[in-house]
């Protein structure tokens, strides 16, 4: 069973609005870790955010912000006021065993979005 | 922030030959790394886990004499693609978590590989 689900492969916006990437996971673990990167065409991956599951609040770095519903288990990241730089790939990925010594990151098959001027 | 840096970016390389692809953290010790491949437009699969010092984890259906990996210090871990074909051709980037610290991952910029 797939752990992480994007179900929109692409998505557009216009420049200076915001806009919501879809992300749900799957896991068994009580503690566990849920990322977003940001992946240009550059092909390197850059960190967005990152909510623990134990956070009560939901995260937000700058005009990143994940909307974090834990009993549906998704974890949608929200781009405000898009800019044109923010056209790339973008993963959800969640991190299981945070307790344990070994860490796996497992990715989601990606949104691309595109901002339009 | 962390660095974690790849080298080369890209290669190409003829069928049959072996490609070393490098992943250094520059100013952190990372007792792990991973290696992922990421085919086109679909999401990075987790290849392996190298830990310093030790054998590599490789995932389900990566073949261990294929993709050879070596974590011979804190700070760089190799991958080698040995006799390589043209199927072998795609994105290969590492990431590295640091000893300390709140155990984020750091990734490196990527390399592609072009088997001809």
């Known amino acids: 069973a797939q752990k992480i689900t994007q179900t929109q492969p692409g998505m557009f916006v216009q420049e200076k609005e915001a806009v919501t990437l879809d992300c749900t996971y799957d896991?068994?673990?009580?503690?566990?870790?849920l990322f977003w990167y940001k992946q240009p065409s550059s092909g390197e991956m850059i960190f967005l955010i990152y909510?623990?599951?134990?956070?009560?609040q939901n995260a937000t770095e700058g005009r990143y912000s994940l909307n974090f519903q834990k009993a549906r288990k998704s974890a949608n990241l929200v781009i405000s006021a898009s800019q044109l730089g923010d056209s790339a790939m973008y993963f959800c990925?969640?991190?299981?065993?945070?307790?344990?010594?070994?860490?796996?990151?497992?990715f989601g098959t990606g949104t691309r979005l595109l901002v339009s001027p | 922030g962390a660095v974690v840096s790849q080298h080369p970016s890209r290669v190409i390389c003829k069928s049959g030959t072996s490609v070393k692809i490098e992943c250094r953290s520059l100013?952190?010790?990372?007792?792990?790394m991973f290696w992922y491949r990421q085919f086109p437009k679909k999401s990075l699969m987790l290849m392996a886990t190298?830990?310093?010092?030790?054998?590599?984890?490789?995932e389900q259906g990566v073949e261990k004499d294929k993709f050879l990996i070596n974590h011979a210090s804190l700070t760089l871990s190799t991958l080698t693609v040995t006799s390589a074909h043209p199927e072998d051709s795609s994105f290969y980037i590492c990431?590295?978590?640091?000893?300390?610290?709140?155990?984020?991952?750091?990734f490196g910029e990527g390399s592609r590989l072009t088997v001809l």
């Open positions: 990431s590295a978590r640091e000893a300390r610290g709140t155990g984020e991952l750091f």
């Open positions: 896991t068994s673990d009580q503690s566990y870790g």
């Open positions: 909510q623990g599951s134990y956070d009560e």
């Open positions: 990925a969640m991190r299981e065993s945070m307790n344990t010594g070994f860490q796996k990151l497992v």
């Open positions: 100013d952190f010790q990372a007792t792990t």
């Open positions: 190298s830990n310093e010092g030790s054998k590599a984890t490789y």
